[in-house]
């Protein structure tokens, strides 16, 4: 639980001033039984009405203050657990954004969500509940305890006898419930990657008639949520009815032993009316204890979930050297290998080129050789196994991201619109200035679309720019990548919905309206590579052939026939 102490450190006043106004309402609660007894076996035996109407008052201000000391230190108690997790999800979102791409792939987005959302959420339960109950409830066990010694050690024996069972109970069932919820944890995140994955795609489900496939997929991942959840609240629930049953013994043998003694002359009954409020109190206190260590259960397991990610590998380089040896060539591979994780195969193996500056790429080849796998690196997603990657002559290792990814605009295959502003959308936060924004829509071919909006720039597009049809959206993409005039504009597939003429189009404007941005395309279509300065064919992770259209229809037979398949009833 270091994880919850080093973010409370910061209201450590605050949590101070809750405990010393949580032991003054105890103190306050633990006077009322005691008067109580005072006034029916001292006061009302000796009719002495005056003093019984002046214990009346005094028990009702005791229970007046103690109310309003709870009340306040209750509410500062929330305060401080709110403020606190807040800052947690400032960390593990920060954490989250500049996680590396192999500890994103690891943990998943959905885990991310769930440990940002249902295991904050647990934290947060336990630091208000251990700042409510966790110093009223051992306060009021042992005050009682020793009141009650006090007045009648036969009785508080009893209590002594029943409370270690009790507690032996309810730490054993906790300390096993941690393991049992971060597996129900574990399923959470099952269940929100089906969720997301089915929101997400919700068309291509109800397109493909996959909606009843669907159901069925996230019922079993339910069921097995709930299965573990149910597996997890048994295990919970478990001390209750044992402990109901020692607390009922206790009561029982307190009532019939506080009898033989009263009839005996050796009690007074007050002190058995006093002793049942005071075991009540006691019983309050040790079931508040069960509901600490149940909840600490749920938060120790998300804490570890949590600490997990803030203790990750960040993608984050500084460097005050900004000496680049090479101004020239602005990006080259020097035989790169690298594998999206230890045990798997190799999805690029000795690529090298280089490109400079004002120069083009193509990059070209079947699904799943590796091309977008190279811009990964080249934005420094991810280090390279083997081999190494410069900017300008440098290693990008010693480059910081910032340096990296502010040289590039980026079209990815699937990108992402946001629920704003067109302009928005196109600036990205950036604070691009409006002439440079409706240059990037001109040259993208997207500014006729929004002349004939109503709000024009200011119309806003829906989540994922459902109100958009596919060419508008990646026309805004490009037209983003494009707003803050890259070093290296990046196409990854990004015309696939572009007519020919549309895409032709747009690789013309891009030329005339950024002559010293160095592209890159990764492309399906030999029409939107063949002009490029530079063109790469990729073959399972390998480079067969490189070189300019003309050298390579004449030197790969891959290239060839590509195009052959593409262009040759054109031709």
């Known amino acids: 639980m270091k994880l919850i102490l080093k973010y409370m450190k910061p209201y450590k006043v605050r949590i101070t001033l809750t405990m010393i106004l949580k032991f003054v309402a105890v103190i306050l609660e633990l006077m009322i039984p005691y008067t109580l007894e005072y006034m029916i076996d001292t006061a009302a035996p000796k009719k002495q009405v005056a003093l019984v109407i002046v214990l009346g008052v005094v028990m009702i201000l005791l229970a007046y203050f103690g109310r309003l000391c709870n009340v306040k230190a209750n509410r500062m108690a929330t305060h401080t657990a709110r403020d606190g997790i807040h800052t947690l999800r400032d ?174 002359g050796e009690m007074l009954p007050g002190v058995i009316l006093a002793f049942l409020t005071y075991f ?38 500084e460097t005050t050297d900004t000496e680049y040896p090479d101004k020239d060539v602005i990006l080259e591979f020097d035989n790169v290998s690298f594998s999206y994780g230890d045990n798997a195969k190799e999805s690029i193996k000795d690529i090298s080129f280089k490109i400079r500056k004002g120069e083009s790429l193509g990059i070209i080849g079947s699904t799943g050789c590796g091309k977008t796998t190279i811009i990964n690196l080249a934005l420094a997603f991810y280090n390279p196994d083997a081999g190494a990657i410069r900017i300008y002559g ?7 991201l910032h340096d990296i990814r502010n040289r590039f605009g980026v079209v990815f295959q699937n990108d992402t619109i946001f629920n704003d ?14 002439d440079r924004v409706k240059l990037a829509a001109d040259t993208a071919m997207l500014s006729s679309y929004i002349d004939t909006l109503d709000d024009g720039y200011d119309y806003v597009a829906a989540i994922k720019g459902m109100n958009l049809s596919g060419g508008q959206r990646q026309r805004l993409l490009i037209a983003r990548a494009l707003a803050r005039e890259p070093d290296i504009l990046v196409f990854d597939d990004s015309s696939s919905a572009l007519d020919y003429k549309t895409d032709a189009a747009i690789r013309s404007n891009i030329e005339n309206n950024y002559k010293g941005t160095t592209r890159i395309t990764i492309a399906q279509r030999i029409s939107s590579v063949k002009d490029m300065s530079h063109i790469i064919v990729m073959e399972e992770g390998r480079i067969i052939s490189q070189g300019t259209h003309d050298m390579l229809i004449d030197t790969c037979d891959v290239y060839k026939d590509i195009y052959m398949s593409q262009m040759g009833a054109f031709d």
């Open 394 to 400: 440098k290693d990008i290792r010693d480059i910081s």
């Open 91 to 264: 960390d593990l979102f920060r954490k989250t954004i500049y996680l590396c791409g192999a500890e994103f792939d690891r943990i998943s987005l959905p885990s991310l969500i769930s440990r940002m959302t249902s295991d904050s959420y647990n934290v947060q339960s336990f630091i208000g509940m251990i700042q409510r109950i966790g110093v009223r409830a051992p306060i009021i066990l042992i005050g009682g305890l020793a009141v009650a010694w006090t007045m009648d050690y036969h009785l508080a024996l009893v209590l002594l006898c029943v409370i270690p069972v009790m507690a032996s109970v309810t730490i054993l069932v906790s300390f096993k419930g941690i393991r049992v919820f971060r597996g129900v944890q574990e399923k959470l995140d099952g269940v929100v990657r089906i969720l997301r994955e089915n929101i997400t795609g919700m068309r291509i489900i109800r397109a493909l008639s996959k909606s009843e496939y669907e159901k069925r997929r996230f019922n079993k991942a339910n069921e097995e949520y709930t299965r573990a959840d149910i597996k997890a609240g048994m295990l919970m629930a478990a001390p209750h009815p044992i402990m109901n049953l020692f607390l009922n013994a206790g009561l029982t043998l307190i009532i019939i032993i506080g009898a033989y003694r009263v009839n005996g």
């Open 421 to 434: 502003t067109i302009y928005e959308n196109i600036s990205f936060g950036r604070n691009v200035s409006m």
């Open 280 to 317: 009540n109190m006691i019983l309050q206190a040790v079931m508040g204890i069960n509901r600490i260590f149940m909840q600490y259960s749920k938060a120790g397991a998300s804490a570890d979930r949590i600490a997990l990610v803030l203790a990750s590998r960040e993608d984050v380089r």
